[in-house]
């Protein structure tokens, strides 16, 4: 059986691979907030929406739809949705807001097709997470199409420099996305978390 360090290990080494705008995305959200809905406890989600790159209109993205589910509680997410989940084949880590082991942790879970392609990445938090004004970064770039057209090409770039490493390429646009999103906090009057 395979170790959780074997697991993040192969896991960070899968391609990173940014392709055109798919019109499919927003419909592979919905798909799968509603296969949520329908086999996780009810009274632990809360919110469920579609954010980062594939819920920009004509931005280029990873094939890979984000989702970022509300929960009540993360201690009840680990007892009751994680075997839920975990029985229907995802993969599972309790993963550090930032960095290797910065807290707060949350639940983290990839989605892979038939071929084993990742296609959705969820991350269950709780309301007060700071991880929700990753909607305002979303809202803003579909706001200001030239921000996510800049953003779009440095995507572009980096996974070209960081093919098979997924956490430098996401250190590397780190930069970028930091201070967009404080732009998007000025920009709807929001204080940041």
């Not at 509603?34 to 989600?45: A, F, G, R, T």
């Not at 309790?94 to 892979?112: C, E, H, L």
């Not at 007060?128 to 200001?144: G, Q, S």
Request: charged content about 25%; aromatic content about 12%.
């Amino acid at each position: 059986m395979e170790t959780l360090e074997e697991k993040i290990a192969r896991v960070v080494k899968e391609d990173v691979a940014v392709v055109p705008y798919d019109p499919r995305w927003p419909e592979m959200f919905e798909q799968e907030r509603l296969h949520l809905l329908s086999c996780l406890p009810k009274d632990l989600i809360k919110r469920i929406e579609h954010f980062g790159s594939t819920a920009v209109p004509g931005l280029s993205a990873k094939p890979i739809v984000d989702i970022l589910v509300e929960v009540v509680s993360l201690d009840e997410t680990k007892q009751r949705i994680v075997p839920i989940l975990e029985a229907q084949g995802y993969d599972y880590f309790w993963r550090p807001s930032w960095g290797n082991d910065t807290p707060p942790f949350y639940a983290w879970f990839i989605k892979r097709n038939s071929d084993g392609n990742r296609t959705h990445h969820i991350h269950m938090v709780e309301a007060h997470f700071v991880h929700w004004n990753r909607l305002l970064f979303r809202d803003y770039l579909i706001e200001h199409p030239d921000i996510a057209y800049e953003y779009g090409n440095l995507k572009m770039s980096l996974s070209g420099i960081h093919q098979n490493d997924r956490v430098a390429y996401t250190q590397a646009k780190g930069v970028f996305v930091r201070q967009v999103t404080e732009k998007a906090i000025l920009w709807k009057g929001q204080p940041g978390h």
